[in-house]
T-cell receptor, first 113, second 113 residues
Framework: GENVEQHPSTLSVQEGDSAVIKCTYS??????FPWYKQELGKGPQLIID?????GEKKDQRIAVTLNKTAKHFSLHITETQPEDSAVYFC????????????FGTGTRLQVTL | KAGVTQTPRYLIKTRGQQVTLSCSPI?????VSWYQQTPGQGLQFLFE???????NKGNFPGRFSGRQFSNSRSEMNVSTLELGDSALYLC????????????FGQGTRLTVV
């Protein structure tokens, strides 16, 4: 089955700096890659996603890139703010017949003042 | 519109008991998936329901079961609880299985003592 690895497990950046989180996946059939943000005491919140027919997607300060050949995708957060502090999860799935997300192990991002 | 609603938010049960958790998806969403989140294993897929039918199942023992009603609301049941079942149980809803944008509820925190 699919396996998703995520790095780093913790990341500390100063406010205003950029943060990058990287994931690799094993199943070349995976074609949908969402990113979730989870704050303490809450469920994961979908913040951005990318499909395999696209190499990059951007939404304000957040961008995701996908390299299908290397089977890795990354989350980029620019101009980080304290409210960006949370745990971020990448995931992979195969669209079509069913939706089953395989998650990475999470990255705890801390944005310091 | 209202998001995914999970009840109860917190639950404490004794080993050997059984428990039922409830999930109401976003209005109009017909696919419901369940995930277990623990510090050690991360986010793991339990099962997915669409049109009252289980369409996909993760690698969990038969003590974990679920169902979906005609109004798309879903319940999951865990029988003969074990200490290791203590976890945050998350429900995610999406329009259909083919539409993999999944939105999570806040989860039910189950503690088995």
């Amino acid at each position: 089955g699919e396996n998703v690895e995520q790095h780093p497990s913790t990341l500390s950046v100063q406010e205003g700096d950029s943060a990058v989180i990287k994931c690799t996946y094993s199943d070349s059939a995976s074609n949908y890659f969402p990113w979730y943000k989870q704050e303490l005491g809450k469920g994961p919140q979908l913040i951005i996603d990318i499909r395999s027919n696209v190499g990059e997607k951007k939404d304000q300060r957040i961008a995701v890139t996908l390299n299908k050949t290397a089977k890795h995708f990354s989350l980029h957060i620019t101009e980080t703010q304290p409210e960006d502090s949370a745990v971020y999860f990448c995931a992979a799935s195969i669209t079509g017949t069913a939706s089953k997300l395989t998650f990475g192990t999470g990255t705890r991002l801390q944005v310091t003042l | 519109k209202a998001g995914v609603t999970q009840t109860p938010r917190y639950l404490i049960k004794t080993r050997g008991q059984q428990v039922t958790l409830s999930c109401s998806p976003i209005s109009g969403h017909r696919s419901v998936s369940w995930y277990q989140q623990t510090p050690g294993q991360g986010l793991q897929f339990l099962f997915e329901y669409f049109s009252e039918t289980q369409r996909n199942k993760g690698n969990f023992p038969g003590r974990f079961s679920g169902r979906q009603f005609s109004n798309s609301r879903s319940e999951m049941n865990v029988s003969t609880l074990e200490l290791g079942d203590s976890a945050l149980y998350l429900c995610a809803s999406s329009l259909e299985p083919q539409n993999t944008e999944a939105f999570f509820g806040q989860g039910t925190r189950l503690t088995v003592v």
